[in-house]
């Protein structure tokens, strides 16, 4: 079993829609979540960020965490075709606890149709 | 502008030769990572270091080597026995505070003619 899991798509759904995007983990010791996003043969860019549990807004973007189902997601309200991309979670143990290393989901490929 | 840079953009490479990947950060940030990318299979560790001099074999580092000889620089070389090399390469860093945020650079993407 993967540390992380994440449904690759593709997804596809009509301009305006809101989009939800999730992972689930089984390792207990994450504390850190992130969003990425990557366009077609670039880097990835942060999107979002969240430390331990709860909800976290940026525009049109909702991040929420839920560490007792192991469980974050991405919420995308009013999605543009520009929002057409793959998006990527990643998790990472307390940096205080020893070496970090950042796992990552396997990415989900969203398109925004017109 | 702080971030990461890396190069080239572009890179082939024949059998049986080793190639160097660039990256070059001026975040400050003491963690640095290599990734890589495959169609359908999402980032994959090859290497991170967490401070200069020092660095740990991620979960497919056979055929590749780092070094970490300046906090700003964190360079790949794929060697000849990396079997599969042609692959979108990433490197990123990441900062040793409260809110931790990893930053990527571009990618170099590799391919074996």
């Known amino acids: 079993q993967k540390e992380v899991e994440q449904d690759p798509g593709p997804l596809s759904v009509p301009e305006g829609a809101i989009v939800s995007l999730n992972c689930t983990y089984s390792?207990?010791?994450?504390?850190?979540f992130m969003w990425y996003r990557q366009y077609s043969r670039k880097g990835p860019e942060l999107l979002m960020y969240?430390?331990?549990?709860g909800n976290k807004e940026d525009g049109r973007f909702t991040a929420q965490v839920d560490k007792s189902s192991k469980y974050i997601s991405l919420f995308i309200r009013d999605s543009q075709p520009s929002d057409s991309a793959t998006y990527l979670c990643a998790m990472s143990v307390d940096w205080v606890q020893g070496a970090q290393k950042l796992v990552f989901g396997q990415g989900t490929r969203l398109t925004i149709n017109p | 502008d702080g971030g990461i840079t890396q190069s080239p953009k572009y890179l082939f490479r024949k059998e049986g030769q080793n190639v160097t990947l660039s990256c070059e950060q001026n975040l400050n940030h003491d963690a640095m990572y290599w990734y890589r990318q495959d169609p359908g299979q999402g980032l994959r560790l090859i290497y991170y270091s967490q401070i200069v001099n020092d660095f740990q074999k991620g979960d497919i580092a056979e055929g590749y080597s780092v070094s970490r000889e300046k906090k700003e620089s964190f360079p790949l070389t794929v060697t000849s026995a990396q079997k599969n090399p042609t692959a979108f390469y990433l490197c990123a860093s990441l900062g040793q505070r409260e809110n931790t945020e990893a930053f990527f650079g571009q990618g170099t993407r590799l391919t074996v003619v």
């Open positions: 390792n207990s010791a994450f504390q850190y």
């Open positions: 969240t430390y331990s549990s």
